[in-house]
Every structure is written in C-alpha cells, then in structure tokens.
C-alpha cells in the first residue's frame, strides 16, 4: 500500500519546522564559550526575548507524533538556562515558565519536568502562581499510577502554595491529595512519602501559620534531587525557622523540630 503525499509531507514539514526552530539555539550556545560578564545586560535581554519567540512557535507548531521528541529537547533548553548562573544573576529566571507551558503542554507526564518548574518558577523566578497553574492544568491529564508515583506532583503543588503563596489552606488540600495517591503503592519511599505527607497536613490543620509544617515542607525541598544551591537555600530556611539538621550514624540526615510551633 502507498502512502499519500500528504502522509509523507506532513511530518516531514514538521520536523523541519522543529529543526528550523531548535537551530536558533545555535548562536546561543556559541555565545557559552565567551565569558558571560563579556556580554552587557542589553545583549541578554535580546537573547531572553529571542528565546520568549522560539518557545511561542514550538507551543504552536504542530507537534503530531513528537510531542514528547519536542518536550524533551525543550527540557535540555531549559537545563542550560536554568544551570548558566551568571546570566541569571543579571537577567533573573522570568522566562522559566514559558519553557514548561512548551514542556507540559506537550507531555503532561513528564514528572522530572513539574520539580524544575517549582525550583525555578517559584523558588527563584518568584512566580509560583504560573507553576502552580501549570501543575494544576497537567494534574487534569494524570491519576495516581500515571505517571508512575504521580504523587510527587501533589507535594511540588502544596510546597509552592505554602512557601510561597502562604495559603496554607490550598496547602493542606494538596497534601492530604499527595498521601492518598502515594497510599496507592507499597513500597518504602511511597510509604514516607504518605506519612510526611499527612503529617504536614496534620500540622496545618491545627496551626495554618505552624512552623513545623514549613520546616517540613522545606525538608521535602532538600530530599528531592535539586541542585547545590537550592539545597543551601534549604538548609538556611530549616535553620531560621528554629530547625536543626542532624546527621544521623547511617549518614543520613533528620530534622530536628522546635519546641514551640
């Protein structure tokens, strides 16, 4: 059987579209290999909004079978932004969001994607009402064992509406949401995940200002793989709350609640 001239086509005009598009990222990585305090502000900025135009146009361009193709190389984008501190020292992490409406608008289950999205949207760019936004738009498209451990999403969601928000109300919700669909595996890490998870709850439903339950929460932010810097950003918030981090024989680490919530 012979394929028609529009099957063939088709995907072959959007991959060229998807390679046209990925191509303006060549300059960008040219200019890694020149010291970034080289560079003025001004020239970032245009860079920043070069990026701002791609992102729109893969948003846009039609993705048939390679949505999760265009995710993933949207991804390895956002890494590289993300992890050049020196740019982002001098033009912030605004931009951050744009990359994860491309990212999860393509693939929903793309779990390792919704923990970048809170470290930078909320955590440094300051906007966790764009990330939780994101979150809950791709939690429509989820359910408890899809992705597999799901739940991950649920903690990500109330840390942000925590910490930065300050609505521990939402907060609570999103918790108890994260031990119930965590409650639907058996293994240890699943099983933690449940029980800190519904002691934050705990916490908040006694004390919406309690500062166990940040403590708590800031701990999930230290036990999730995240970079150096986000752990020390962490380790400061656990200590001004009245929290000690304690290293335990096995090497393992423990917090250390304040006497007084």
């Known amino acids: 059987m012979f394929l028609s001239r529009e099957a063939i086509t ?3 005009v959007v991959c060229l579209c998807i390679t046209s598009i990925s191509l303006m990222q060549i300059p960008k990585l040219q200019k890694l290999l020149t010291s970034q305090q080289s560079i003025s502000v001004e020239t970032l900025e245009k ?3 070069k990026e701002s135009l791609r992102l729109n146009l893969l948003q846009n361009v039609p993705s048939f079978s390679y949505k999760n193709l265009i995710a993933d190389w949207v991804y390895i984008d956002f890494l590289q932004f993300f992890g050049d501190d ?3 020292d001098r033009t912030g992490y605004r931009l951050s969001p744009e990359y994860f409406e491309v990212i999860l ?3 929903p289950r793309f779990l390792d994607a919704y923990l970048g999205l809170s ?4 955590l440094y760019g300051g906007m966790p009402e764009k990330s939780i936004a994101l979150m809950d738009k791709g939690l429509k498209s989820l359910s408890p064992q899809l992705p597999n451990k799901s739940y991950y999403i ?3 969601k109330g840390t942000d509406e925590l910490l930065f928000l300050g609505n521990a109300q939402a907060a609570q919700t999103s918790f108890l949401k994260a031990a119930e669909w965590a409650n639907t595996y058996t293994d240890a890490e699943s099983k933690q995940a449940v029980f800190s998870s519904q002691k934050t709850a705990e916490f908040l439903s006694k004390n919406p200002d ?11 932010v230290l036990n999730n793989k995240v970079d150096q810097k986000t752990r020390k950003r962490a380790i400061r918030e656990i200590e001004a709350l009245g929290g000690e981090i304690v290293t335990n024989p096995n090497g393992t680490s423990s917090i250390k609640l304040p ?3």
């Not at 470290?119 to 909320?122: E, G, Y």
């Not at 309690?210 to 999930?220: D, G, H, L, Q």
């Open 10 to 12: 088709t995907p072959l």
């Open 210 to 220: 309690s500062k166990s339950a940040r403590i708590s929460t800031w701990m999930m």
């Open 259 to 261: 006497e007084k919530d």
């Open 119 to 122: 470290v930078s949207s909320s």
């Open 47 to 49: 860079d920043l909004k």
């Open 105 to 107: 608008g393509r693939d």
């Open 154 to 156: 649920w903690r990500y």
């Open 86 to 88: 020196e740019a982002r």
